[in-house]
């Protein structure tokens, strides 16, 4: 016999748990290293429920899903993404372009000479040169953009396939190779949650939102260098409203991470009610404890679905305010469109286009919002 004692005093290695009675006792020697449960449960996340996250994203996690995509796949995408917001800028712009500088009475007295041929060759012989030459650019640049926006969804969708593939492999390489008491003191629900909700979460909507907050950012981008581009003195609006639009933006933000964050953690005690239920299905009814378990899934039901109501709600809000800044906006084009007729400076091309992108911009920054949220 080389040593004598307590299992916590002759093996380094052994971690013992005492319950609350056993604590009471005073026959029972307790270790000086040993610390009580409950600040072990704050130090280890397995001996406690699912941890959720506070504050915002880290940007080691960015780095991780940047990593999973490829850095060389992502810089084509941001430029497939800025491409395809140039050339579908530019067709608007040309259209204005166009009804700016054609010439009115050669157009009228071409289409009194029509040929009774309507091929598309016979269209384009009895067109003027001026009107030919329009056409041409502007469907030229109609090719381009839609060639680079067929691009830009087959990077985004090869992307996302690349990251989930990768992080799924990950996952499951770290559940393998994880130890027995991992499985024993881990709810069976977190880890159904992490390989069909979460990973659902990085298979389909990750990449589906993350193609529409570059579709949108650069949308937006766009659309406000069109209006100026269009209107000018747009920036005298446009100045109270950014700040107003940031603070929006960024409190609801706030507020709809903390939702989905709380929406994900009632998910997993669903999980594992339901599944404990199922295996436990013949000695629920052997002690008649239905209505229990039944009392208790609507519980953890009704959990999850007060964290979806509330996320729904907080969407309504930031939709009512949005609606506001853009009808601000319309409202402020339409007026310096008036004053510019009025003194006879104004471009009713460029106005035009103005008034079309003021009417659009209610939905690109509620979906800006929204992917970025």
């Known amino acids: 016999v080389l040593r004598q004692g307590p299992p916590a005093e002759v093996l380094p290695d052994y971690e013992e748990i005492l319950t609350s009675s056993q604590l009471e006792e005073p026959s029972l020697p307790r270790p000086k290293s040993a610390a009580p449960i409950n600040?072990?449960?704050?130090?280890?996340?397995?001996l406690g429920g699912e941890g959720q996250e506070t504050g915002s994203l880290a940007w080691r996690v960015y780095g991780v899903y940047l990593w999973a995509v490829g850095f060389t796949l992502t810089a084509f995408v941001l430029v497939a993404v800025t491409l395809m917001q140039i050339s579908r800028n530019g067709t608007d712009w040309w259209i204005a372009y166009w009804v700016t500088h054609t010439d009115n009475t050669t157009s009228i007295s071409t289409l009194l000479h029509i040929d009774t041929d309507l091929t598309a060759f016979g269209l384009i012989s009895w067109l003027d040169p001026s009107t030919r030459f329009y056409l041409t650019v502007y469907v030229l640049i109609a090719v381009c953009n839609s060639f680079f926006t067929l691009f830009r969804a087959f990077l985004f969708a090869y992307g996302g396939v690349c990251a989930a593939s990768t992080l799924h492999r990950l996952l499951l390489f770290k559940i393998m190779r994880a130890k027995l008491v991992f499985f024993d003191i881990l709810p069976l629900g977190q880890i159904l949650n992490r390989f069909s909700s979460d990973v659902y979460t990085v298979d389909d909507s990750l990449p589906f939102i993350a193609n529409i907050l570059l579709a949108q950012f650069f949308g937006v981008i766009g659309t406000l260098?069109?209006?100026?581009?269009?209107?000018?003195?747009?920036?005298?609006?446009?100045?109270?409203?950014?700040?107003?639009?940031?603070?929006?933006?960024?409190?609801?933000?706030?507020?709809?991470?903390?939702?989905?964050?709380?929406?994900?953690?009632?998910?997993?005690?669903?999980?594992?009610?339901?599944?404990?239920?199922?295996?436990?299905?013949?000695?629920?009814?052997?002690?008649?404890?239905?209505p229990r378990f039944r009392r208790e899934n609507n519980m953890k039901l009704e959990a999850n679905q007060k964290a979806q109501l509330a996320s729904q709600a907080a969407a309504q809000w930031l939709s009512l305010r949005l609606q506001l800044i853009g009808v601000a906006m319309v409202t402020g084009v339409s007026v310096l469109a008036a004053l510019q007729h009025q003194f006879t400076i104004a471009d009713p091309g460029l106005v035009g286009l103005a008034i079309s992108y003021a009417l659009s911009i209610t939905g690109s920054l509620g979906g800006l919002v929204n992917a970025f949220a």
């Open 39 to 46: 600040e072990r449960a704050e130090q280890d996340s397995l």
């Open 225 to 290: 260098s069109m209006m100026v581009y269009g209107l000018p003195q747009l920036c005298f609006i446009l100045v109270p409203l950014v700040p107003m639009y940031h603070w929006l933006q960024n409190h609801y933000r706030l507020t709809s991470r903390e939702l989905k964050r709380l929406g994900s953690v009632t998910l997993s005690p669903l999980y594992s009610h339901f599944t404990e239920t199922l295996q436990g299905l013949v000695t629920i009814r052997a002690f008649r404890a239905v």
